[in-house]
């Protein structure tokens, strides 16, 4: 869909001229050509993606304040504001000839550089879809989605060039610019608005009574502290530990969802529910909270046995159902 929109669009062509103008007879030669530049563009984004979720515990620390939250969100509304012509992103041209004119000169190198060169370029002009993956990427903190997440959102935008730039005759089969595009564009303006609704959703869903998990039908959970955690030792009766922030979404739909779930809430009998509040990340206690769990991101849901110990195969770093969590919990009292 991003290469649909107007801004990404016309430079298909621009591009795929590129390979033409090489003078490539070979196809299986234009084929690798094509395939060293969408690398280019893959390796990009999929670097952004990595380093959004490694340092996701700074940038989820940011979104535990609400006007952070409230900022944020109205940056994607103006963005998909953006998707129905009230302002155009558009990339410098000069950069693309710029980067053309390095790559002509360094070969394959040089079809790398470009790819890579273009997935920057590009980046205004679909920062739309970024802002929101990179804040979601981010809330999660997990390296391989990050990564992985990214890598898909490039090879569909890059893999149009590799067919392209080895069937170079196909560019005339494409449609011409027009309004389809206008109607393409502006139905990610309102997947983006919904976008912004959904970052700011801790915000606006706090002010619903509906919302509000009404108090005594849910979990019944400790606050953590060492001392839960020997009572429960002595008694010994497992533990299960939720680590969670108020700016992680997943961690809100399962407060709302399974926690209050009547098979989950029954089975709690048979533990300590001890709940860990990391939505200060930067707070000395927190810091110390995560280092000796080794919590990478929220949610984190770990499980120690009636020996203290954790179960490190049952760990949870996602949203888990009630399902889920019914079998994790059967693992627990198996064991």
């Not at 196809?27 to 990595?50: D, E, H």
């Not at 998707?83 to 990339?91: A, D, T, V």
């Not at 569909?156 to 595009?181: C, D, E, N, Q």
């Not at 983006?192 to 009574?209: D, R, T, Y």
Request: proline share 5%; glycine share 10%.
């Amino acid at each position: 869909m991003l290469n649909l929109t107007p801004c990404v669009y016309p430079m298909l062509a621009i591009t795929v001229g590129y390979f033409g103008g090489r003078n490539e007879t070979r196809r299986g030669r234009a084929f690798g050509m094509a395939t060293i530049y969408f690398t280019g563009i893959v390796l990009t984004y999929s670097c952004v993606g990595l380093v959004a979720a490694m340092t996701g515990g700074l940038f989820g620390g940011l979104l535990q304040n609400a006007a952070v939250l409230v900022f944020v969100a109205l940056v994607l509304a103006v963005l998909s504001l953006g998707m129905f012509g009230l302002f155009e992103l558009q990339p410098p041209r000069f950069l693309m000839e710029r980067a053309s004119g390095l790559s002509a000169k360094a070969g394959y190198a040089g079809v790398f550089f470009l790819g890579a060169t273009v997935a920057v370029i590009a980046a205004p002009c679909i920062a739309p879809v970024l802002v929101p993956l990179l804040v979601y990427v981010g809330q999660r903190g997990d390296p391989l989605l990050g990564f992985s997440m990214f890598l898909t959102l490039a090879a569909g935008l890059g893999a149009p060039y590799i067919v392209l730039g080895t069937f170079s005759g196909l560019l005339a089969r494409l449609p011409k610019s027009g309004m389809w595009m206008v109607g393409v564009k502006r139905a990610m303006g309102v997947v983006m608005m919904g976008v912004a609704l959904w970052v700011a959703k801790p915000v606006w869903s706090s002010w619903l009574p509906a919302a509000r998990v009404t108090e005594g039908k849910g979990v019944q959970w400790d606050a953590y502290t060492d001392d839960v955690l020997v009572r429960a030792l002595n008694a010994r009766e497992p533990v299960i530990i939720d680590f969670r922030a108020d700016w992680c979404g997943p961690c809100l739909e399962m407060e709302a969802t399974t926690f209050v779930d009547e098979r989950v809430v029954k089975r709690t009998a048979d533990f300590v529910m001890v709940k860990a509040d990391l939505t200060d990340s930067g707070s000395e206690p927190v810091v110390a909270l995560r280092k000796r769990y080794e919590v990478v991101g929220v949610p984190t849901i770990v499980f120690l046995d009636a020996e203290g110990r954790e179960l490190k195969a049952l760990r949870q770093v996602q949203k888990v159902t009630a399902d889920e969590l019914l079998r994790l919990m059967d693992q627990v009292r198996s064991r």
